[in-house]
């Protein structure tokens, strides 16, 4: 649900989220799948240095709302739409709001939340691997504690999947490196399958995002969803056409028809509006009496500019 533009840049808008890849950032909320990305910029804990479940469940809501758009005249949904949400954002409270709107969600919970003491009695005797079941009737959902290592317990919280075994395959990380079957309750999987959408889409749209240094808020903004268009793009194209094919390749593709289609070798185009660019030759700004070095240069004016001097000759134009 967390995603970031990351950022090194002195600006009041950047954060700080521990345990991201780029804990640095300019922070927002996003609800993400294959093909989608619906983006919430507020923050539910203005003010406050930490975000609480309960100053979340606003935001969650808000997301829920925007999917009304998908349901049939009759109000039910066209798909069911699961939230796959972690501790930042998940409460029982919460799942009793999203119950009675009738949306569907797989929730991570902190044994801190509330109610505290019923954590202690779904843990209580469990063995590496074991879990226990307790069905809420008012939610029509169903709460799995599942002692997932020797000193972790994960608290899951679903009224979509339910806790029935079934068997994964285990990677062993360490010597001796083998894979073996292990069972493991529905809801933790398909938990631990879709829960980091969002980052993983964050990760897709930085690996191509360009190294230089950035000058600005703008700046960070404008190239971040640049990269994230044609993400986007790349994944509705390989999903349409079903082939294989890497991004990098496709973005190679792509660049070599935009080229083709304005036959820059042909017929060279000219500029149809004012529109200042970089200057790779260095040279003297144009502007009678400006002794500056000229920074930019405009392609309808066949002109180059200092910083000053570009604003001040195209202040009317652009107006």
């Not at 700046?219 to 790349?234: D, H, I, R, S, T």
């Amino acid at each position: 649900m967390t995603g970031g533009i990351k950022t090194l840049l002195d600006s009041e808008d950047r954060s700080y989220i521990p345990g991201k890849p780029n804990p640095n950032c300019f922070e927002f909320y996003g609800a993400c799948d294959g093909f989608m990305m619906e983006i919430i910029w507020e923050k539910g804990h203005a003010g406050n240095k930490y975000a609480r479940p309960e100053s979340m469940a606003d935001l969650i809501m808000a997301f829920a709302k925007s999917f009304e758009k998908f349901k049939k005249p009759d109000g039910k949904s066209q798909q069911p739409f699961i939230f796959y949400l972690d501790a930042r954002f998940s409460s029982i409270e919460l799942m009793r709001r999203l119950h009675e709107k009738g949306f569907k969600a797989t929730m991570s919970l902190s044994s801190v939340a509330k109610p505290r003491p019923l954590w202690p009695f779904m843990r209580d005797g469990l063995e590496k691997r074991e879990w226990r079941i307790l069905h809420l009737d008012k939610f029509d959902s169903t709460l799995t504690a599942v002692r997932a290592k020797k000193k972790a317990y994960v608290y899951l919280l679903s009224n979509y999947w339910s806790g029935r075994p079934i068997t994964v395959v285990h990677n062993r990380i360490k010597p001796p490196r083998t894979r073996f079957n292990i069972h493991c309750p529905e809801v933790q999987k398909t938990y631990n399958m879709s829960k980091n959408h969002v980052d993983i889409f964050n990760s897709q749209v930085h690996t191509y995002q360009s190294p230089a240094k950035l000058n600005s808020d703008e700046e960070a903004y404008f190239k971040f969803f640049v990269q994230a268009l044609l993400v986007n793009a790349f994944t509705w194209w390989k999903g349409k056409m079903k082939a294989d094919q890497e991004q990098y390749d496709w973005r190679f593709r792509l660049l070599r028809d935009l080229f083709a289609s304005l036959n820059l070798k042909e017929k060279p185009l000219s500029a149809k509006v004012h529109w200042p660019g970089p200057l790779i030759e260095k040279q003297k700004c144009n502007q009678q009496g400006c002794d500056n070095k000229a920074r930019k240069t405009c392609k309808k004016c066949s002109q180059s500019f200092c910083d000053g001097c570009m604003a001040e000759v195209h202040r009317s134009l652009w107006k």
